[in-house]
């Protein structure tokens, strides 16, 4: 399936955001559509963290982005699933 335009993608929302707003949404498109979007921004700068440590020679500069990279994805994940991990207990 090809990729939305971006204009595509900002009428979407824009109506999923009205659909959420107005308590239209039946079948939970709109939630699920605007919760994907909001991960997608996280795991696009992990991919972008990861080609760089790649790119760089596994620099431990670029290998420290990409475990933060990784570690927001994670948070934004567990937030939007209502999730908490336990802690390390360190």
């Known amino acids: 399936m090809p990729k939305p335009t971006e204009q595509e993608l900002e009428q979407a929302l824009t109506h999923a955001g009205r659909m959420r707003e107005t308590g239209e949404d039946p079948y939970f498109l709109a939630k699920a559509l605007l919760s994907c979007h909001y991960l997608n921004g996280y795991l696009l700068d992990v991919l972008r963290a990861a ?26 994940d567990d937030r939007s699933a209502r999730v908490e991990r336990p802690g390390l207990g360190l």
């Open 51 to 76: 080609e760089d440590y790649i790119r760089t020679g596994l620099s431990e500069q670029e290998h420290t982005r990409l475990i933060k990279a990784i570690e927001k994805a994670r948070a934004a």
